[in-house]
Structure formats: structure tokens, C-alpha cells
T-cell receptor
Framework: GAVVSQHPSWVICKSGTSVKIECRSL??????MFWYRQFPKQSLMLMAT?????????EQGVEKDKFLINHASLTLSTLTVTSAHPEDSSFYIC???????????FGQGTRLTVV | GDSVTQMEGPVTLSEEAFLTINCTYTATGYPSLFWYVQYPGEGLQLLLKATKADDKGSNKGFEATYRKETTSFHLEKGSVQVSDSAVYFCALSSSGGYQKVTFGTGTKLQVIP
């Protein structure tokens, strides 16, 4: 099946700094990628839909200025958490869909800890 | 809007026991239904899917049948193994583009030897 690689798998940063998370589709082109956030013992919440070459579509309640998404190519989307705070600590997961397909392929996730 | 409700965990079973994790959904139109599995510290992997009513998805001994009349997609396995210990998410993707996936809250399964 299609492979989605996410990097880094974990990161610890100081409060006030920014962190960039990369999501790559390794063996297919993804015009659309999705970013999710997972709180401990909770389900995945869709944060935004990333569209190659255009602005991301954010879900209600997600701060677009805080969670910057860039989908510069058909194989790469990045999520930057700006001015991170401890409450941003979470597990972030990206997914990508084959064009015309029904199945979403997920990256391995990034554990962000803000101290 | 779309929603998925699945049974709360954790579920603890002995090896070789029968597993059922209930999942019901609310959606407009004719969604596709999925079960994803998340092993500790990892991302999600698709376990199985069904795209229309009465379809049965199956993989690695797990099965789930798309029941439109009861809006359910219960996950079953006849004999669980320790290696099946993980969190299982029921999910749906609405018809008309398959853009967004809505997840249930997840059910943690622990299988003990």
C-alpha cells in the first residue's frame, strides 16, 4: 500500500518556540493531505485539510495563525506550530489520500511536548 | 453532522477469546466505513473497510459488516492474540468526495496470555 512518512516522530521544545512537522507521501502524489490532533485517550480531531498549491482549509476552532500549513508540492505538507505552549503538547498525525481513492493513509505521528 | 460512536474501553480479554467492539454511526448519504488500528507509539493503520451496505470487510482474522438498517459496523475476531493489543478506531468517510474521515473515540484492547 501507499506509504506516508512523518518526521520527526517526537520533539521536545521550549515554550515560545516554533516547531515544524513534515508529512511526505513516499510512493504516490497527494493533492490533499489532512492534519489531525490526538489528545491523550481521545480520538483524532481533524485540524485542517491541506491542498497542494492553495491555502489550507481549517476546521472550526483551529487557529490558522498558530498552526501554519504549507503544501508546497504533491508529496510534502508541513505543519508549523508557532509560539508553542504547553497546551499544544499532543500527538499530531497526518494522512494523505490517493487521488480518486477512498482510503486515507496515515503517517506514524509526531509526539510534541512543549516544556 | 457525521458522528461515530464506539464502545468505551479498555477491553481486556484472554488470548483466544472472542472479540466484539461495537460501532454505530450517523451520516448523511452512503458513507464508507473503516476500522483503523493504532499500536503503541505508532500512527494509524487501516485494518479493514466496507464501502456499501451489506459489504463485509476482513483482514488478519478481523471482520466487520456494513449494516445500513442498524447503522452499525461492529468489529469481530474469533480468537484474539496478544499481538492484537492496540487501540481500535471506527471511522467513516462521507459520500461525495471522501474528503474527511470522522473517527470514533477509540477502544483500547488488551489481550493477556
Amino acid at each position: 500500500g501507499a506509504v506516508v512518512s512523518q518526521h520527526p516522530s517526537w520533539v521536545i521544545c521550549k515554550s515560545g518556540t516554533s516547531v515544524k512537522i513534515e508529512c511526505r507521501s513516499l510512493d504516490f502524489q497527494a493533492t490533499t493531505m489532512f492534519w489531525y490532533r490526538q489528545f491523550p485517550k481521545q480520538s483524532l480531531m481533524l485540524m485542517a485539510t491541506s491542498n497542494e498549491g492553495s491555502k489550507a482549509t481549517y476546521e472550526q476552532g483551529v487557529e490558522k495563525d498558530k498552526f501554519l500549513i504549507n503544501h508546497a508540492s504533491l508529496t510534502l505538507s508541513t505543519l508549523t506550530v508557532t509560539s508553542a505552549h504547553p497546551e499544544d503538547s499532543s500527538f499530531y498525525i497526518c494522512s494523505a489520500r490517493l487521488q480518486g481513492g477512498t482510503e486515507a493513509f496515515f503517517g506514524q505521528g509526531t509526539r510534541l511536548t512543549v516544556v | 453532522g457525521d458522528s461515530v460512536t464506539q464502545m468505551e474501553g479498555p477491553v481486556t480479554l484472554s488470548e483466544e477469546a472472542f472479540l466484539t467492539i461495537n460501532c454505530t454511526y450517523t451520516a448523511t448519504g452512503y458513507p464508507s466505513l473503516f476500522w483503523y488500528v493504532q499500536y503503541p507509539g505508532e500512527g494509524l493503520q487501516l485494518l479493514l473497510k466496507a464501502t456499501k451496505a451489506d459489504d463485509k470487510g476482513s483482514n488478519k482474522g478481523f471482520e466487520a459488516t456494513y449494516r445500513k438498517e442498524t447503522t452499525s459496523f461492529h468489529l469481530e475476531k474469533g480468537s484474539v492474540q496478544v499481538s492484537d493489543s492496540a487501540v481500535y478506531f471506527c471511522a467513516l468517510s462521507s459520500s461525495g468526495g471522501y474528503q474527511k474521515v470522522t473517527f470514533g473515540t477509540g477502544t483500547k484492547l488488551q489481550v493477556i496470555p
